[in-house]
């Protein structure tokens, strides 16, 4: 089983649409959570930090669970720029990150 | 403020030659880690160098090997390169006190034939 797990998709979404992404992950331990965007032949960027509380950036809300080991990410209100690859990323020690495949969203007008 | 920047680009080899990839960190930064991203796939990572010293490795052989520098700029070594070293190679640095915060570098897209 890999570490941290994403639906690569794609997801084709209208311009203005909801979309949700979910994220899990196997190691019980894991400290920290994010999303990173990642733009075709580029590098990943971080998009948002993600908090047991959850936590909202504009757009973009992100949620973690950890009795279930899932992270959520929400994007309303779809924007073409939106259109990117989404990494969930996950720590358990503070040395490295470990990414998911991406789950890829493509935003049409 | 200069970000993460890596060096060369692009670059072709031929299987069984040896390649050598280049790093400088964001200004302040001290520490660097490097990681593989095959087509389609998350990064993954490979080493982490903290003062000059190798901090924690992932799941690569041997012939994945790196270095730090004093002013804290690295280099990613690979010897008798394989088809399946094809890859987009990341840098990202960090501060040692909160490595859960790295910044990537635009990577260097190797490509092995």
């Known amino acids: 089983r890999k570490e941290v797990e994403q639906d690569p998709g794609p997801f084709n979404v209208p311009e203005g649409a909801t979309v949700a992404f979910n994220c899990t992950y196997s190691?019980?331990?894991?400290?920290?959570f994010f999303w990173y965007r990642q733009d075709c032949r580029k590098e990943p960027k971080l998009l948002m930090s993600v908090y047991s509380s959850g936590n909202e950036d504009g757009r973009f809300t992100a949620q973690l669970n950890r009795a279930s080991q899932y992270i959520s990410l929400l994007i309303r209100d779809s924007k073409l720029s939106d259109s990117a690859t989404y990494l969930c990323?996950?720590?358990?020690?503070?040395?490295?990150?470990?990414f998911g495949t991406g789950t890829r969203l493509q935003v049409f007008p | 403020d200069a970000g993460v920047t890596q060096s060369p680009t692009h670059l072709i080899k031929t299987r069984g030659q040896q390649v050598t990839l280049r790093c400088s960190p964001k200004s302040g930064h001290d520490t660097v880690s490097w990681y593989q991203q095959a087509l389609g796939q998350g990064p993954q990572f490979i080493f982490q160098?903290?003062?000059?010293?190798?901090?924690q490795r992932g799941n690569f052989p041997d012939r994945f090997s790196g270095h730090q520098f004093p002013n804290y700029s690295s280099e990613l070594n690979v010897n008798a390169l394989l088809l399946g070293d094809s890859a987009l190679y990341l840098c990202?640095?960090?501060?040692?006190?909160?490595?859960?915060?790295?910044?990537f570098g635009p990577g260097t897209r190797l490509t092995v034939l």
């Open positions: 990202a640095s960090s501060f040692a006190t909160e490595t859960d915060t790295q910044y």
């Open positions: 190691n019980s331990a894991s400290q920290s």
């Open positions: 160098y903290y003062e000059e010293e190798e901090r």
């Open positions: 990323v996950v720590i358990y020690n503070t040395d490295k990150l470990i």
